[in-house]
């Protein structure tokens, strides 16, 4: 058996004329967006998925000019989602 996995896995996000490669996280980035995340009020965690997405590629100012509706497909995008 053998298995190739690419190292980083890319997301391009066009925004208007302009493309962002945006990174999937690996584990410790996932790690570490979960306890910074878990410790947050509400109010904060815009905040906190902005910057983190500013980690894995897309200019924070970019961001927070996205509608909330773009911003939340972005980050379902990069992170993994459960099996049900």
Known sequence: MELKIAAKEIIKVHVEDKVY???KPNNRQLLEFAKAS??????????????FLA??????EVSWDL???????????VLPQKKS
């Not at 980690?55 to 924070?60: D, Q, Y």
């Not at 509608?67 to 995008?77: F, N, T």
Request: hydrophobic residues 40%; glycine residues 6%; aromatic residues 0%.
């Open 21 to 23: 490669e945006v990174s």
């Open 38 to 51: 878990k410790s947050v009020e509400e109010s904060d965690a815009l905040e906190k998925a902005i910057e």
């Open 55 to 60: 980690i894995l590629g897309l200019p924070a």
């Open 67 to 77: 509608s909330p509706g773009s911003l939340h497909e972005i980050v379902q995008a």
